[in-house]
């Protein structure tokens, strides 16, 4: 399987032996185990944030390309199981991800539920055939990728098996956001795609792989990097949590709505059309 991914990224994550549902939310932005029932909290609310925004009004075939250990695909499942109102349109999940650690605790997690199947692949190799899926949904994977060739396959894979007029959901970090300019100018640090870019050079190749951008949803609004990155000097520095407590409010009471105001966070979800 070829993954065209840092070898180093594979075995990091190939090699995760902690397991539980706490643990599962940790694992998601690689936290340590002391960390903070409150930005456990945060987690599990941008999770929930993230999932609605990827998966809203999802029916019919689904694949969640880099599921990891599951967290959003499962959030999804369940929010839409416990909806009053529930959509009664025919929905099927597959989960993939090129760590056969992270799909064996996604499949395990999601095992009571038949909706969802699980398959070991790579991004920018999908092992699906032509116009497979209505909606594809892919967070936290371009970013990790080892160059911008590797992205834009991935981009024209998701392109390749989605159906006419078919939905993707995907993310990146921007590198023009506040604290990544901070990074670059003070402290020197590199800054680069596919890691980093842009919100226009994202869009650029969102377009140039066939895509058409319907709407954006910013996360991290934190003055700087906040918990792991004051650590340990955050109970000197900022111990009410005053970064996070700040970007949630934005991200949940002003940005909703608010297109251009959300291109202006760290992280950002991009929702477009198959054209």
Known sequence: MDCHLDPEE???WESQKRCGEEIDLKLARDLPDDTPDFILRMMDDFEEEAARFCFSGVHG???DAGCGNGNLLIRA????????NRDTKALEVVGMDFSANMLGRAAARARSDGRAAFLQGSVTDLPFQDQSFDRVVSSGVLTCLPN??????ALQEFYRVLKPEGTLAVDFFSRTSHYTMIRKHLFREPINPPEYVSPSEF??????AGFAVLECRGFDFKPCQGYLFLSPWRRFIDPGFFQERLSSFLERRVLPGRKKLNLLGYRIYVKCIKK
């Open 10 to 12: 594979l075995e990091f």
């Open 61 to 63: 075939r689904v694949l």
């Open 77 to 84: 499942l369940k929010d839409r199981r416990s909806r009053k």
């Open 203 to 208: 869009y650029a190749e969102l377009d140039k």
């Open 148 to 153: 911008t060739s590797a992205a834009a396959k």
